[in-house]
């Protein structure tokens, strides 16, 4: 198993431009979720998805587009990017509910100019 | 929103054992309590969760008194590959996944 992976490693952007990335796990997991961390922080939930199709907000959603149109795929959109989300961004998946644990992938780390 | 307090940093020598003490008074009946390990441009990593008492695994111990409003993460004979963040989170899983708070953690340095 790959586990959780993230594409790109490492990204820079222009103010007003707009990505995804990438995030796919093979673990058949339901639960995926994009986290968001900022230098000497914790991490913040920007949005989570309980199965295909299913996706809400987390506690920093704004300026961010999620879907989930199959289980091993969550990407997350910057619509218009700009400076306050330079960050790191982690994708995280959970398996069943006997199994809460998350398991994150290593990370995208994004500069906006 | 179950959220939670930790100090921000800890010292520690290589072979002592390291408790981490983490505050939650609001958890809810069925929170459960999990501890994650953050290496430098690492995502977080799953050490150990429990509901009540005391819960061991291989490589820590996580303490939870009767009131459960506090939980204590124990270290064994930590090395200096245990420098890390240590996060402590409160939630369930299933229904409250949108509920879990990372918060700051605390920064454990282990020195030789």
């Known amino acids: 198993n790959a586990g959780v992976t993230q594409t790109p490693k490492f990204q820079v952007l222009k103010t007003g431009q707009s990505m995804t990335l990438q995030c796919a796990q093979d673990m058949n997991h339901e639960y995926m979720s994009w986290y968001r961390q900022d230098p000497g922080m914790g991490l913040r939930l920007i949005h989570y998805?309980?199965?295909?199709?299913?996706?809400d907000q987390g506690e920093v959603p704004n300026g961010y587009n999620v879907s989930r149109s199959t289980t091993e795929d969550f990407p997350l959109r910057l619509l218009s990017a700009a400076p306050s989300q330079t960050s790191v961004y982690f994708c995280a998946s959970s398996g069943t509910p006997e199994k809460e644990t998350q398991y994150f992938g290593p990370g995208t780390r994004l500069l906006v100019l | 929103l179950a959220k939670t307090t930790q100090p921000i940093s800890m010292d520690s020598y290589e072979g002592q054992e390291v408790n981490i003490t983490c505050s939650h008074n609001?958890?809810?009946?069925?929170?459960?309590i999990t501890w994650y390990q953050q290496f430098p441009s690492q995502g977080p990593r799953f050490i150990i969760q429990g509901y009540k008492t005391k819960v061991t695994n291989e490589v820590a111990s996580l303490f939870i008194p009767a009131d459960r409003k506090s939980s204590t993460l124990s270290l064994p004979r930590v090395s200096l590959s245990d420098t890390a963040v240590y996060y402590c989170l409160v939630g369930v899983g299933w229904d409250n996944f949108n509920k879990f708070y990372f918060g700051s953690g605390t920064k454990l340095n282990v020195k030789p």
């Open positions: 609001n958890i809810a009946t069925n929170d459960y």
């Open positions: 998805s309980v199965g295909a199709g299913i996706t």
